[in-house]
């Protein structure tokens, strides 16, 4: 199963973009002579959601399923990461097939429930809302193109479950835009922001010790009743998490700051200011001389 992204490099056939009402033509069930064949040659990016059903659906951690069942990769050179899940051992097969079909088929990750359908979600510069469409991945391998079951792509998203996985990882999809389309203006993210990132968009367990710790608290004027809630609720906390980020990454500031911290966080932006315009005015004096020299 491969998962298409833009541009479709290993994919013979070039993607058509098509909206919620297009009509596919598909149906996959058991017996069908393909069975198992789009699981036998995975590469599936996770997002937030997915881990957070898979590990606990496998009874761990978030910390020990990156650890055993991903991973890592960069959306783009020095940025932010995602994760996708890790084969079998020396093969290109997903460790959850069995014979039988999906072994974790109520938790299955996004992109296995979409298949053959791929979200497309995109950003215009000019539009602060993102939208998705969707592509049809036709591989010649997957015989249920040509099972005569036809159905809109809407309603293939609600019988596969799609509407609470999308929603829930929407806030994850909008950051990672976000981060692509502000351009080399806002620059590559610093090492902290892109662990940040890692951390709170994966490893929710990490996440919850994190917004526990002494340090957050420092920092953050949570109140005890909303943290607690969020801290026995893996996904409020993972919305919590995308609310973080927005705030860490792109200024967006919705959780109080306490007014310690605000106030020296005021004060490294004055510093921070300053420091720019002492150069900007060093930069103007030196093409001022240079200016001279050659008017000389
Ligand atoms: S998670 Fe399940 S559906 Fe997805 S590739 Fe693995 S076995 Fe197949
Ligand atoms: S019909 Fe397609 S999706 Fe279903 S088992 Fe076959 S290859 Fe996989």
Redesign the pocket.
């Known amino acids: ?1 491969s998962q298409p992204n833009i541009p479709f490099p290993q994919s013979p056939v070039l993607p058509t973009m098509v909206e919620g009402t297009h009509v596919i033509q ?4 058991k017996g ?8 036998s040659n995975i590469d599936i990016s996770l997002t937030p959601y997915d881990v957070l059903r898979m590990k606990s659906r496998l009874g761990i951690s978030s910390t020990e399923f990156l650890k055993e069942y991903t991973v890592p990769y960069e959306m783009e050179k020095d940025s932010i990461a995602g994760v996708k899940l890790r084969s079998v051992e020396g093969g290109t097969a997903c460790r959850f097939m069995k014979p039988e ?1 999906c072994g974790i088929y109520e938790d299955r990750p996004t992109a296995c429930r979409y ?2 359908v791929a979200l497309l979600s995109m950003r215009r510069q000019d539009e602060y809302v993102d939208r998705d469409s969707y592509a049809i991945v036709k ?1 010649d ?5 040509e ?1 005569n079951r036809r159905i809109t792509i809407s309603d293939y998203r609600k019988e596969q479950g799609l509407e609470e996985y999308d929603e829930l990882a929407r806030g994850w999809r909008q950051l990672v835009l976000k981060k692509q389309s502000s351009g080399p203006s806002i620059g590559k993210p610093t090492l902290r922001s892109r662990q940040l990132f890692f951390m709170a968009c994966y490893d929710i367990d990490r996440f919850r010790e994190f917004v526990d710790a002494e340090s957050f608290n420092r920092l953050f004027e949570l109140p005890q009743a909303e943290k607690d809630a969020l801290l026995a609720d893996d996904v409020a906390l993972l919305q919590f998490a995308f609310r973080f980020l927005r705030q860490v990454l792109f200024g967006e500031e919705s959780i109080a700051l306490n007014a310690e911290a605000a106030q020296v966080r005021l004060t490294k932006v004055q510093e921070k200011r300053l420091v720019e315009e002492h150069e900007a005015a060093k930069r103007m004096a030196e093409d001022d001389e240079g200016g001279f020299a050659e008017d000389d």
């Not at 069908?32 to 699981?39: D, H, K």
């Not at 391998?141 to 193109?145: A, L, N, Q, S, Y």
């Open positions: 199963m598909f149906s996959c069930h069908i002579g393909c069975w198992n064949a789009c699981c079909g298949y053959p591989e391998h997957c015989k249920g193109h099972v």
